[in-house]
């Protein structure tokens, strides 16, 4: 069934005091005017070193973060609730299938597809449609580990940087609930009336386009050249690329292809699996 549509209300840019205007659930804002991420409000500002870097610990979320993937889960609730149609469930189905086979996939065009259930709906309304979708089915997913981890570094003065391929609005209900400081995920852009269309604004936040967007977000953050990654976490051979980038990465219960990598690169492999440690 489709949602209410309902007048999206925007927050002025000098109320936000994030540069951009909000459209995230409440207690959440944008941290720049170029959307790289959401930011919990925190009085606190992460310590530095000795050297005065601000060290960042950087979570990779669906398979890390939570058990599952949300995009799939979300697109399975939206099924159940005929908010898209089968030809589009099918044309879905078809990508995971070669994604899985770990062929070359177009990332923002499987995403337009989700969003074809929101499409014309005020963002305001869609955001908090996802809020409640997240702590329906995705906050009990949450790994014991993981937020364990992100507290301990939290406590350390570290930076928690939630980095995700997953939909913003998310990524952003999960900072509500679980100590992630800051949060970069993928945005999917919104019209001059205020309402979400089908594409994404940017390019979807997968791959090696997670260190790249990280390193935006902390130069501009924190100061280029003041930050360092010095911790990363992922599940999937597509954390690759953010692992690799981390002075100590953390394979999180990975899989086939991620574990080889950790092996032959002496990364730490970690078992967050629900009841293990």
């Known amino acids: 069934m489709p949602i209410v549509p309902k007048p999206s209300v925007l927050v002025p840019d000098e109320e936000c005091g994030c540069g951009a205007a909000a459209r995230l659930p409440e207690g959440i804002c944008r941290v720049t005017p170029a959307a790289l991420g959401a930011e919990r409000l925190l009085p606190a500002q992460p310590v530095r070193d000795g050297s005065d870097k601000v060290q960042v610990a950087a979570f990779d979320f669906d398979g890390t973060c939570i058990r599952g993937n949300s995009p799939v889960l979300l697109v399975r609730h939206l099924a159940r609730r005929r908010m898209l ?102 945005r999917m852009k919104v019209d001059f009336q205020g ?19 990280l390193s935006q977000f902390c130069d501009e953050r924190f100061g280029e050249g003041r930050w360092e990654l010095a911790w990363a976490y992922g599940d999937h051979h597509s954390d690759r690329a953010l692992l690799a980038a981390a002075a100590h990465p953390c394979a999180v219960t990975p899989d086939r292809p991620l574990t080889r990598t950790a092996n032959a690169e002496g990364y730490e492999i970690l078992d967050w699996r629900q009841g293990r440690k």
């Not at 995971?96 to 995403?111: D, F, H, I, T």
């Not at 979400?196 to 390019?203: F, I, S, W």
Request: charged letters at 25%; glycine letters at 6%.
């Open 85 to 186: 149609k089968p030809s589009v469930i099918a044309r879905i189905m078809g990508w995971g299938a070669c994604y899985k086979a770990r062929l070359p996939q177009n990332e923002s065009w499987v995403r337009g597809l989700v969003f074809r259930a929101f499409v014309g709906q005020p963002a305001a309304e869609v955001n908090r449609f996802l809020r409640d979708f997240y702590d329906r089915f995705i906050d009990e997913r949450f790994r014991p580990d993981a937020e364990a981890a992100m507290l301990a570094h939290e406590e350390a003065g570290h930076a928690v940087v939630c980095v995700s391929a997953t939909f913003e609005p998310i990524v952003a209900a999960a900072m509500q609930r679980r100590p992630i400081q800051y949060a970069i995920a993928t």
């Open 195 to 213: 309402n979400y269309t089908d594409k994404v604004e940017g390019l979807p936040i997968e791959g090696p386009q997670k260190v790249q967007v």
